[in-house]
């Protein structure tokens, strides 16, 4: 069974630029979770999509970060424009269905930001 | 001020030692989750513990939650340099969500 899939898996980018992760979770799971990583500490979610619907978005900074999940299966999370505290490993999850289903991590996406 | 905090946060070891690493807090959860996480990889999932007190093993890891629900402890016996990552734990809120600690980085040393 293939995992979760993450592009690209390495970023660097200029500060004020833009910046969008694509992630496509396992085959069937309905729910799809953003997490950003920094270093030297653990994940912190960011958005939890259920198929197409957001459904806990209060840790995403919304002025600069924004999140999409068309057709309820790929997802793209975007920051626009980019400062340099958002240097991190950006995760996606996926889980069958309810939260409290087993999370299946990618293996991320390393942004840094110059 | 971390919801869980985990110690020690950097642990470096022989290969053949064992070890014990924690995850505390003043919360009580309804269940908590212990991740190992490799280099360049995201965290895999190890183990669920949900009853206060509960122990789980797996081969050379135990897991023990708490009689309170409020910390838990992994012990790995006779640590193995395939062993060596970051160990996370999380929580569940009552809201369903999933907090981690800041994680305890091993390494064995062969």
């Known amino acids: 069974e293939a995992g979760v899939a993450q592009s690209p898996r390495y970023k660097i980018i200029e500060k004020r630029q833009s910046v969008a992760f694509w992630c496509n979770p396992i085959?069937?799971?309905?729910?799809l979770y953003w997490y950003q990583q920094i270093l030297g500490q653990g994940p912190k979610l960011l958005i939890q999509?259920?198929?197409?619907?957001?459904?806990?978005d209060s840790q995403l900074p919304k002025d600069r970060f924004s999140a999409e999940r068309l057709k309820g299966v790929d997802s793209t999370l975007k920051i626009q424009p980019a400062k340099l505290e958002d240097s991190a490993v950006y995760l996606c999850?996926?889980?069958?269905?309810?939260?409290?289903?087993?999370?299946?991590f990618g293996p991320g996406t390393r942004l840094t930001v110059l | 001020t971390q919801l869980l905090e985990q110690s020690p946060q950097f642990l470096s070891i022989q290969e053949g030692e064992n070890l014990t690493v924690y995850c505390n807090s003043s919360s009580v959860f309804s269940s908590l989750q212990w991740y190992r996480q490799e280099p360049g990889e995201g965290p895999v999932l190890l183990v669920t513990v949900v009853t206060g007190g509960e122990v789980k093993k797996l081969k050379r890891l135990t897991f023990q939650f708490g009689d309170a629900r409020k910390d838990s402890s992994l012990h790995i016996t006779a640590a193995q340099p395939g062993d060596t990552g970051l160990y996370l734990c999380a929580a569940r809120l009552d809201n369903n969500d999933m907090r981690f600690g800041a994680g305890t980085r091993l390494t064995v040393k062969p």
């Open positions: 085959s069937g799971h309905a729910t």
């Open positions: 999509f259920q198929n197409n619907g957001v459904v806990d």
């Open positions: 999850a996926s889980s069958f269905g309810q939260r409290t289903d087993t999370q299946y």
